[in-house]
């Protein structure tokens, strides 16, 4: 299978891929676009999770359900928060997160 | 010379690279979507490079399929389709940089400097069969706990996402009123 590929290969590109979305949910200011850099940094988790198994631990698949248990909450926080996202946009009008400063009902 | 396997590899890893720094960085909001379609996509093929058809597939229709598909749709709900971000503060930008970049030469650092100890074990087939019953048995490495959580957190998930996102709930501010 994976000749030639070290271990290492796989985490340092999940490292990079984590560290992206950190930069994005930092920087962005649109709710949509610090969603989607959650789910950049909830899938290079996942990456990890697959590389260790098949790497260190080939005859068991706990890193493969633990991935699919990943992507089952990821799509569950995904639709809970395009819920809120288009509650939010319908009082404000934005969704941006500098000008919905206001917790009122 | 580099084997097929390399190749792909490279390949992927080169397109997720990039793409996930275009989706971050991206000044159009549904090219940042389709950005981060790319990503998950080439993300999918290193499952089937590691042998995990079935995650493969499920990363294809669930996070590609679904996901992105909503994430488009709520684009397209609450932005103009032209409009651009004006970017973030310098100073913003620089201390995120500088926190995302120094955080990844650690982690690169100490994943270089970490010797994984290699297993002669003989890989185990993931096929069907070993997923439903690792999902469904009650023994000593079945997943049927987590299975009966993910399922309730799924149907709360459904029905609080139909519940805020409902028009003209108990509490409805002003926006009703002032369109009758």
């Known amino acids: 299978m994976n000749t030639g590929i070290p271990l290492q290969y796989f985490l340092i590109l999940a490292a990079i891929m984590f560290f992206t979305g950190i930069y994005g949910f930092l920087t962005r200011r649109n709710l949509i676009t610090i969603l989607m850099s959650v789910e950049l940094i909830l899938n290079s988790v996942n990456i990890n999770f697959l590389a260790f198994n098949r790497y260190l631990y080939p005859h068991k698949i706990e890193g493969m359900f633990f991935s699919l248990f990943v992507i089952a909450v990821a799509a569950a926080e995904a639709a809970v928060a395009i819920a809120i996202i288009i509650n939010i946009y319908r009082r404000f009008t934005t969704i941006n997160v500098e000008d919905v400063n206001v917790m009122k009902f | ?180």
């Not at chain 2, 990844?104 to 439903?132: C, H, P, Q």
């Open chain 2, 1 to 180: 010379m580099m084997t097929g396997n390399q190749i792909m590899f490279a390949l992927f890893s080169a397109m997720i690279v990039a793409f996930s720094i275009l989706t971050v960085t991206s000044r159009r909001i549904l090219r940042a979507a389709v950005y981060l379609l790319f990503v998950l996509v080439s993300t999918a093929g290193l499952y089937f490079m590691l042998n995990y058809q079935f995650l493969a597939a499920i990363q294809l229709t669930l996070y590609a399929g679904g996901i992105v598909v909503l994430i488009i749709f709520s684009v397209l709900l609450t932005s103009h389709i032209g409009q651009k971000f004006e970017p973030a503060g310098l100073k913003k930008n620089i201390f995120s940089a500088l926190a995302a970049i120094s955080g990844a030469i650690l982690t690169i650092i100490n994943i270089l400097d970490y010797k994984f100890s290699a297993t002669t074990i003989a890989a185990s087939e993931v096929d069907m069969r070993v997923i439903g019953k690792g999902l469904l048995s009650v023994d000593h490495d079945g997943f049927v706990l987590p299975f009966e959580v993910v399922s309730v957190l799924l149907i709360a998930a459904m029905i609080g996402a139909i519940v805020v996102a409902k028009k003209g709930g108990p509490g409805e501010p002003e926006s009703e009123t002032v369109n009758k």
